[in-house]
């Protein structure tokens, strides 16, 4: 679980991220962020029902990226504030292969 510093969770926060302009997405994930003026980077994961209309299966692709965000954390640059945006393709994906695609999106992004 992300530390409570780490988590992006005011609505005016979340919306600040969602007008930017600035991200980037593959077809299993993406990131939108804007920069913050903190010492740490704060995140939130998005799974809609678009993804999966079960709520065990948003849950669990929400809880494995939240996972895979912590073991990164030392890796994330500091001073942003990101959503983590899914979509259906990540369903299938096991472990692995999200933390892959996740890796690649935040490089593509200039995070990591």
Same mark, same amino acid.
């Given at each position: 679980?992300?530390?409570? /510093? ?11 991220v &969602? ?6 997405? /593959? ?11 903190? /010492?740490?980077s ?26 895979? &965000? ?27 292969? *999200?933390?892959a *695609? ?11």
């Amino acid at each position: 679980m992300l530390s409570k /510093d780490h988590r992006l969770r005011h609505e005016k926060d979340i919306g600040k991220v &969602l007008k930017s302009r600035a991200g980037a997405f /593959d077809n299993a994930c993406g990131v939108k962020m804007v920069k913050n003026d903190l /010492d740490f980077s704060r995140f939130a994961v998005v799974v809609g029902t678009k993804v999966s209309k079960k709520a065990v299966d948003r849950n669990r692709i929400r809880r494995q990226y939240r996972e895979i &965000l912590r073991s990164m954390m030392s890796m994330i640059k500091p001073g942003f504030d990101v959503i983590l945006l899914t979509a259906k393709p990540a369903l299938p994906l096991d472990y692995h292969q *999200k933390e892959a *695609k996740l890796k690649g999106t935040l490089h593509r992004a200039k995070l990591l």
